[in-house]
C-alpha cells in the first residue's frame, strides 16, 4: 500500500518533470518562436537549445523562417478600356523580424494577399487590354515594387511575386473571338475588293493597248495601201487606172475567201462579173 509521503514523491516528481520540460526548449531549424513574460514580449528564440522559466515565460508564437509561398485567389479586374479580365498571382515572402511579423499585424498572409490584390486592380485598371495581356513582367514588377515597403513595418520580405495568369473573362473571350472573325471576314473583303480593283484596272488597260495596237494597224494598212497605189500611179502613169487595180486586186481576194471557206454553202456570182474582169483588164464594156 502506498503512503501518503511516496504519493507526495511521486506528485513532486511529476511537477518537476513537468517544469523541466517547459522549461527547457528544442527550436527546430526555419523557425523562430516569440517567448512573452507575464502577457508582455521577453525574447525570441533562435533554432537550438534554449531555456525559459516555467508559468512565467510563454511561447506566444512560432514563426517559420522559411520561405512562404502565399497564393493570391483568382480576382476579375477591369482594364483601362473596360475589358474584364482574370487574374491571379502568387508571391513569396520571408520572415525578417518575428516579433513585427507576430505583433505588427494579426495576419500576415491575409494582409499581404489583400495587398496584391488591391495593387493588381490597380495597376492593371492603368493599362489597356492588349497592353495587361502583353506585359506580364512589368505588372510583376510593379506589383512587386508597391507591395514591398508597406510590408517592412510588419518585419516580411517580398522575395517574388509571380502572375500566374491573366487571360480575358468568358464573355470577353467570346466578344474578341466575334471581332477576330469579323477583321477577318473584313481583310478578306478588302483584299477580294482590292484584286478586283487590280483586275479591272489590267482588263481597261488591256482594252486601250488592244486599241491602240488596231489604231497603228489601220495606219499601217492605210499607209502601206496609201504607197501601194503611188508605187502603181508611178508604174503606170494614171490616176484612175491605179485606183481599179487596187480594188479589183481586193475584190478578187474576197472571192477567193467566200469560195475556200469552210462555212460557205453557196457560191455568189456577181451579175456584173464580165463587166468587173473587162475594167481588171483594162477594156471597156
Do not use: C, H
Amino acid at each position: 500500500m502506498i503512503s501518503g509521503g511516496q504519493i507526495f514523491f511521486i506528485v513532486l516528481a511529476f511537477f518537476a518533470f513537468v517544469t523541466v520540460m517547459r522549461g527547457v526548449r528544442i527550436v527546430p531549424q526555419g523557425e523562430e518562436w516569440v517567448v512573452e513574460r507575464l502577457g508582455k514580449y521577453y525574447a525570441t528564440f533562435f533554432p537550438g537549445l534554449n531555456l525559459m522559466i516555467p508559468y512565467l515565460d510563454n511561447v506566444a508564437s512560432k514563426v517559420v523562417t522559411k520561405d512562404i509561398m502565399l497564393d493570391v485567389p483568382q480576382q476579375e479586374v477591369i482594364t483601362k478600356d473596360n475589358a474584364l479580365l482574370v487574374v491571379n498571382a502568387i508571391a513569396f515572402v520571408k520572415v525578417t523580424n518575428p516579433v513585427k511579423a507576430v505583433y505588427g499585424i494579426v495576419n500576415f498572409a491575409d494582409g499581404i494577399r489583400n495587398l496584391i490584390m488591391t495593387a493588381l486592380r490597380s495597376i492593371v485598371g492603368e493599362m489597356e487590354l492588349d497592353q495587361a495581356l502583353s506585359s506580364r513582367d512589368q505588372i510583376k514588377a510593379r506589383l512587386r515594387e508597391s507591395i514591398a515597403e508597406e510590408v517592412l513595418d510588419w518585419g516580411l520580405t517580398v522575395k517574388s511575386v509571380e502572375i500566374q495568369d491573366i487571360k480575358p473573362s468568358a464573355s470577353m473571350q467570346k466578344a474578341m473571338e466575334l471581332q477576330a472573325a469579323a477583321e477577318r471576314e473584313r481583310k478578306a473583303t478588302v483584299t477580294k475588293a482590292e484584286g478586283d480593283k487590280q483586275s479591272m484596272i489590267l482588263q481597261a488597260e488591256a482594252r486601250l493597248e488592244s486599241a491602240k495596237r488596231d489604231a497603228e494597224a489601220q495606219v499601217t494598212l492605210a499607209t502601206a495601201s496609201a504607197e501601194a497605189i503611188k508605187q502603181v500611179t508611178n508604174t503606170l502613169g494614171e490616176r484612175e487606172t491605179p485606183m481599179m487595180y487596187l480594188l479589183g486586186e481586193k475584190y478578187i481576194r474576197m472571192m477567193e475567201k467566200m469560195t475556200t471557206s469552210a462555212n460557205s454553202k453557196f457560191v455568189l456570182i456577181p451579175a456584173d462579173i464580165q463587166d468587173t474582169i473587162r475594167g481588171l483588164i483594162g477594156r471597156k464594156p
